[in-house]
């Protein structure tokens, strides 16, 4: 893939270095500058990976200009419209879409790992009862690497594969353990008649007490989320999973610092603030108000749900669940919200108003999910979570990508030291 070379000119002597350029099946050419220090003691100064590509990858390619996203090469909407959230997760982990054997021999082989350990009931209980849902999962998720000894060497493919299966299938029931726990509600064991979705929701809203039936329309919903916020190539908490395990360290641990990663607001807490602003927002007559403040530049409120930093033309995602948004709103019969009215008074306003579309800030994803978890019944600290269940398929993908890589190194990144030049230790008493 190297088609020709780039040339820089550094230092004092003028040294003239030549570089491989790198050309992908998609996207932008790379430039692989891994010789630069070595050849001119320069390094490349990149916060926030602006100009970086921090790996080689065929997973999953997003084009923000076109408002592009793929999986394996499979559009985002195809995927969403006709696929179900089992298929994509063997699609992104194998790299093809399984024939029907493969697809039923996934499907049970996941179902067959969905009870987490019993021991694990007994951490849950050890957490205050008022903690959000994400730091459950974070302590939860890394403590599963001491209850699977058998599948934490990553250096034997079936190992990582049963730890891959295990991760997937695991995490909707420690997600909806610590809901129940924050509840103060009953746990409940998964039901494998159900599929990998429905089973999720039941484990979330089912009472030991009752008979308990998942509405199809909302597990559709619930399984199109999933399959929507699966990967999204090199994000932060992806790039996190992957520096994580480059070290070598157990899978668990790794999916476990992908959930800290995603808890931040900038990443994958942006559908709960979506929730706080229309509660806020609180009728539909202060939308203008709103809306004025989110134009004025010495205010630093902004339309959560519109916008984003890949996507400057819209969000793939986002096309899709507007429509999932309007047949779950239809079937709870909720079109009359009043929180969901001023949501959609809200959209109308910025897909016709000049500021937004003169910036190109569309309803993001986050817009649509927060409303749709919203009308399910779902409290806003749980919205990260469900992320993560997503998620985590991605991660697992990437990170068995990553240990598979015959040219994978542990990630070590150097810095722009700005600190102290050497100084002298100075005894506490004679310190100024
Ligand atoms: N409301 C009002 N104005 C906005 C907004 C907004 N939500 N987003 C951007 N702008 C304006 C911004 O003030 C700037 O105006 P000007 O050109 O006059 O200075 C212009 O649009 C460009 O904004 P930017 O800050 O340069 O864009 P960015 O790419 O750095 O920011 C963003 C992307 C997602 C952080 C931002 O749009 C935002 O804060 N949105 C709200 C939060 C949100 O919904 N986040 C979820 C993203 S989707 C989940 C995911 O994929 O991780």
């Known amino acids: 893939m190297n088609t020709k070379n780039a040339s820089l000119t550094v230092g004092k002597s003028k040294k003239n270095l ?18 630069l220090y070595k050849e001119s003691g320069f390094f490349t100064y990149d916060p926030g990976f602006m100009s970086t590509a921090s790996c080689e990858s065929s997973i999953t390619y997003v084009d923000g200009e076109k408002g592009v ?69 974070c302590g939860a998720f890394a403590s599963l690497s001491a209850f699977y000894h058998d599948s934490l060497n990553i250096n034997d493919e079936e190992q990582r594969r049963i730890a891959a299966l295990r991760m997937i299938a695991k995490t909707p029931t420690l997600a909806a353990m610590a809901y129940k726990y924050s509840r103060g509600k009953p746990f409940i064991y998964p039901k494998n008649e159900l599929d990998y979705t429905a089973n999720f929701l039941h484990m979330l809203f089912a009472v030991p007490s009752e008979e308990y039936k998942v509405n199809k329309v909302l597990a559709k919903a619930m399984d199109t989320i999933f399959i929507l916020h699966a990967d999204h190539e090199q994000n932060a908490s992806t790039s996190t999973v992957r520096l994580a395990g480059s070290s070598g360290a157990n899978p668990f641990a790794c999916i476990s610092a992908g959930i800290a990663s995603l808890w931040g607001p900038a990443h994958g807490g942006a559908n709960e603030a979506v929730i706080h602003m229309l509660e806020e927002i609180g009728d539909i007559k202060n939308i203008p108000k709103f809306i004025k403040r989110a134009k004025d530049k010495d205010d630093p409120f902004r339309l959560m749900g519109f916008g984003h930093r890949v996507y400057k033309n819209y969000d793939p995602r986002a096309s899709v669940l507007k429509d999932t948004c309007h047949e779950v709103l239809t079937e709870l019969d909720m079109q009359n919200n009043s929180l969901l009215k001023i949501a959609m008074k809200l959209e109308d306003i910025a897909l016709t108003d000049k500021y937004f579309i003169k910036r190109k800030l569309y309803p993001n994803v986050d817009f649509y999910s927060g409303i749709i978890y919203k009308a399910m019944g779902i409290p806003s600290n749980l919205y990260t979570v469900l992320f993560a269940i997503a998620r985590t398929a991605g991660w697992v993908a990437q990170w068995k990508e990553m240990i598979e890589d015959p040219k994978q190194k542990i990630g070590r990144p150097r810095q722009l030291y700005t600190g102290h030049k050497p100084r002298n230790y100075v005894p506490v008493g004679k310190r100024k």
């Open 18 to 35: 030549e570089f491989p350029v790198y050309k992908g099946s998609e996207g932008p050419e790379v430039i692989d500058i891994t010789s």
């Open 69 to 137: 996203l793929r999986y394996r090469g499979y559009d985002i909407a195809q995927l969403a419209r006709k696929s179900n959230f089992m298929e994509v997760c063997y699609l992104l982990l194998h790299g093809e879409l399984p024939a029907k054997k493969e697809f039923n021999l996934f499907v049970s082989e996941i179902k067959n790992r969905s009870l987490v350990h019993e021991q694990l009931q007994f951490l849950y209980r050890g957490f205050p009862r008022f903690s959000h849902p994400m730091a459950i999962m």
